[in-house]
């Protein structure tokens, strides 16, 4: 059963979410669409870390979410600094109440910014539903990716975040 501020927000507001300002003046969300995601492919799963990927996804929302796209990126972190690679995004498309479903892909990632001593530390392979109107993060997904080094090779595994 929807809630009444989620039913306010699927009327009024396609592709704007309901805030009010706090004291220190920054918005607060008071509602924003349920995310449900169904199933999640990313392949190939295993392979070099620079190996290109394809992810789908298909999930269903609450409401419409207008002028949205996802935003991939992988990110490695270590003791000193997070470093986020982009790996691209999707066209700004307008997902309707229910089902849906994204592809990405991208031929290679290039992790050659990255010091092998940080490589070799687990990441995560995220995937962001973005508002573009607003910049607004709807949902964000995330994939753990283990790292291993084999004589000076680096080859990932990306564990499916459903299973």
Same mark, same amino acid.
């Given at each position: ?6 039913? =306010? ?13 706090? =004291?220190?003046?920054k918005s607060i969300i008071t509602?924003?669409p349920?995310?449900?995601?169904? #199933?999640i492919?990313i ?9 290109g990927?394809?992810l789908e996804?298909?999930f ?5 979410v207008?002028?949205a796209?996802w935003e991939? =990126?992988?990110v490695v972190?270590?003791?000193s600094?997070?470093q ?8 700004k498309t307008?997902?309707?109440q229910?089902?849906?479903s994204m592809?990405f892909?991208?031929?290679q990632?290039?992790?050659s910014n990255?010091k092998q001593?940080t490589l070799?530390?687990?990441g995560?392979l995220?995937? #962001?539903l973005i508002?573009?109107?607003?910049q607004t ?5 995330n994939?753990v990716?283990?790292? #291993?080094?084999?004589?000076g090779?680096?080859n990932?595994v990306i564990y499916?975040p459903?299973?």
């Amino acid at each position: 059963m929807e809630s009444k501020a989620e039913s =306010k927000f699927c009327e009024e507001n396609e592709v704007k979410f309901e805030a009010s300002e706090s =004291k220190s003046n920054k918005s607060i969300i008071t509602a924003i669409p349920t995310f449900t995601l169904h #199933t999640i492919d990313i392949s190939p799963e295993t392979g070099a870390i620079t190996d290109g990927i394809e992810l789908e996804m298909e999930f269903s929302l609450s409401c419409p979410v207008s002028d949205a796209f996802w935003e991939i =990126k992988y990110v490695v972190d270590s003791m000193s600094r997070r470093q986020i690679i982009i790996l691209g995004e999707t066209d700004k498309t307008n997902y309707p109440q229910g089902e849906s479903s994204m592809l990405f892909s991208v031929q290679q990632i290039d992790v050659s910014n990255v010091k092998q001593g940080t490589l070799a530390n687990a990441g995560l392979l995220s995937a #962001t539903l973005i508002m573009a109107s607003t910049q607004t993060e709807v949902i964000t997904i995330n994939a753990v990716v283990q790292v #291993t080094e084999e004589e000076g090779e680096f080859n990932r595994v990306i564990y499916n975040p459903l299973e």
